[in-house]
């Protein structure tokens, strides 16, 4: 089955940039995503790739994709202390209708 | 529109109660899911709805567990003779389009089942 994997715990200084990690198994995945979520709240989607893509830019957000090495990277450029949440890891395989989510990372943002 | 909406957000129920949730999810969208998600993990699918067709269910989804959509647009979600490994945050998400790129989540209901 299919299987997302995250460090738990990140922590960063503001004004750095942050980069959260995630590798993936399904081989057939055909979007890979990131989503935010604060204390208390539901998820919200930051972004996305398309699994053709290697990268992807939004503002101070940046999605780097191997899909060789089945490895996503979210980095968040001048890390603001509104930044610290937990960030999931997400992919839905080829002909999938539902998410496969990792165990999220636990971003603190240090003033 | 707000974006998905979930009722309630917090519910406490004792062991063996029934307990119901309701999504209401973007208007339009004709794709409604249903995550669970327990404290330290990522959310896990449940169940997924197009339009008022219930189309996938995990294995999660135990016989005390039911989802209904019937006029393709609110959802509910049934727990019967809740546990208290029920206790958790229960997410609802609806997707906009055929392809359905992206989902968009409600703030989630959370269940303490004492």
């Known amino acids: 089955g299919e299987d997302v994997e995250q460090s738990l715990f990140l922590s960063v200084r503001e004004g750095d940039s942050s980069v959260i990690n995630c590798t993936y198994t399904d081989s057939s995945s055909t979007y890979l995503y990131w989503y935010k979520q604060e204390p208390g709240a539901g998820l919200q989607l930051l972004t996305y790739i398309f699994s053709n893509m290697d990268m992807k830019q939004d503002q101070r957000l940046t999605v780097l994709l191997n899909k060789k090495d089945k490895h996503l990277s979210l980095r968040i450029a001048d890390t603001q202390t509104g930044d610290s949440a937990i960030y999931f890891c997400?992919?839905?395989?080829?002909?999938?209708?539902?998410?496969?989510f990792g165990t999220g990372t636990r971003l603190t943002v240090i003033p | 529109d707000t974006g998905v909406s979930q009722d309630p957000r917090h519910k406490i129920t004792k062991r063996g109660q029934n307990v119901t949730f309701r999504c209401d999810p973007i208007s339009e969208h004709n794709r409604l899911y249903w995550y669970r998600q327990t404290l330290g993990q990522g959310p896990e699918f449940l169940t997924y709805f197009q339009n008022e067709a219930q189309l996938e269910k995990s294995r999660l989804l135990s016989d005390r567990f039911s989802a209904e959509r019937p006029k393709g647009s609110f959802s509910t979600l049934e727990i019967q003779r809740t546990e208290q490994g029920d206790s958790a945050m229960y997410l609802c998400?609806?997707?906009?389009?055929?392809?359905?790129?992206?989902?968009?989540f409600g703030q989630g209901t959370r269940l303490t089942v004492v």
């Open positions: 997400a992919e839905k395989g080829s002909g999938a209708n539902n998410l496969f």
């Open positions: 998400a609806s997707s906009p389009r055929q392809v359905n790129t992206e989902a968009f």
